[in-house]
């Protein structure tokens, strides 16, 4: 899933060890969500919503376009 | 740091894992009554009773243990790997059965399907975690 978590940290001036720091969980769990190899849990999506005071569609992209919501 | 923190309690308890498991491989060792080839005799029931008790133990305590102190891209390598492994086993079992049946491979192995499964699960695991 895309996503704009690399930019918003480095304008924040955070390393991914320090931004994992925050959220609770490794360096690599954060590196691996900023290139799309993880899609993060939901709680964890809220975790990082609030941490940068943003809503989880401003952060995350889902590629699907329109309001995306499907049955 | 964190990672370093969490690293640290991860090798602890692979650790006690290894340590669970050499003390399995010489109370097994040190209770077989004919020594018919490593793995071939028998153990008294006691013996095995303890090592059931001590293989529950230490793998339910171990996983548990090692959840609470790994994140979610862990725990989602142990997924994929768990699920990798036990696919594999499902689909190979049964054409090692027939290819048995056929008369052209030896007899479908517990031992041997054990070890496939831990290897994949590991190799899979590995796989998902550092691509």
Known sequence: MKNRLRVMRAERGWSQAELGGRLGVSRQAVNAIETGKHDPSLPLAFRLARLFGMAIEEIFEDGEGGDGWRV | ?131
Do not use: C
């Open chain 2, 1 to 131: 740091m964190l990672e370093r923190r969490q690293k640290r309690r991860q090798g602890r308890i692979l650790m006690a894992l290894m340590v669970a498991g050499g003390v399995m491989g010489l109370v097994q060792s040190l209770t077989e009554q004919d020594g018919a080839g490593l793995l071939q005799g028998a153990i008294p029931i006691w013996a095995a009773l303890l090592l059931a008790v001590l293989w529950l133990v230490s793998v339910i305590g171990g996983s548990l243990w090692y959840k609470r102190h790994s994140d979610e891209l862990d725990q989602a390598a142990q997924i994929w790997g768990m699920a990798a492994a036990g696919s594999l086993v499902l689909l190979l079992y049964p054409i090692w059965y027939l290819f048995w049946r056929a008369g052209t491979v030896i007899e479908p192995n517990g031992h041997i399907m054990f070890g496939i499964l831990y290897v994949v699960m590991l190799a899979a695991y590995l796989a998902k975690k550092f691509r």
